[in-house]
């Protein structure tokens, strides 16, 4: 399994069937979808985080109980059910019949997964924040939602900002799973390459190399984030 000549068969195929090009295809899908989702993920999260720590007016109580309630179940769904469950069903279910790119679909999906985590992480972020801040920019003249907006989420963004490289670099570990369902990711990329030259060992050695690398990358660029701020550099 471990021998030379194994490894040397392998990687002379590798690099006639030019296996290194469907790895990098499937780097490329994997960043790609990895970063829709992000953004998606980033967006439905400071929209559920804020209803989830909004006071709305009285005469309003009741459209705040529904947001809420809504939100709630929302993130119970996300976290109480595994991430290839609710890909698989928006994949194949919800978006079967829309015409998109592998990427799209797949950072679509992801997002909705995600959203539910990061509103966690902003939700927190959010509340982190001195609330003689609200009070400042109430005092200022601006409405609930324009102090959010302008005063309180930049301060908690600049907080969450190493959680959010760090849900960023789950998303890239969690995608592994899109190939299951059709996706191009580096995990397809593997499965191509076991299935295409009977090694089992190498590919998947390939693979997990890969991951580590993308992962060890952002790791550290999370560190030097975290660095930066710590000297109030960022």
Do not use: C, H
Request: no cysteine; hydrophobic share 55%; charged share 15%.
């Amino acid at each position: 399994m471990f021998s030379y000549e194994t490894m040397i068969a392998f990687f002379n195929t590798f690099i006639e069937r030019k296996y290194y090009m469907t790895l990098l295809s499937g780097i490329q899908e994997t960043l790609l979808m990895t970063a829709i989702a992000t953004v998606i993920g980033l967006i439905i999260g400071i929209f559920v985080a804020i209803i989830q720590v909004s006071e709305f007016p009285r005469k309003l109580k009741w459209l705040e109980k529904i947001l809420k309630g809504i939100a709630k179940l929302y993130v119970d769904i996300i976290r109480g059910t595994p991430a290839i469950v609710q890909v698989s069903f928006i994949w194949l279910v919800v978006l079967a019949d829309v015409v998109m790119a592998r990427p799209v679909v797949g950072g679509i999906s992801f997002g909705i997964n995600s959203g539910a985590y990061m509103a966690e992480l902003i939700r927190a972020g959010i509340q982190g924040i001195d609330k003689g801040q609200m009070e400042a920019g109430r005092s200022l003249g601006l409405s609930y939602f324009q102090t959010m907006k302008l005063i309180i989420i930049p301060q908690a963004f600049r907080q969450m900002l190493p959680a959010l490289v760090s849900e960023f670099i789950v998303l890239i570990k969690e995608t592994a799973v899109i190939g299951m369902i059709g996706g191009r990711d580096i995990m397809r990329a593997g499965n191509i390459m076991m299935s295409d030259t009977g090694s089992f060992i190498w590919p998947i050695l390939i693979v997990t190399i890969t991951y580590l690398v993308l992962t060890s990358t952002f790791t550290m660029i999370m560190r030097v984030i975290e660095k930066r701020m710590n000297k109030g550099r960022f």
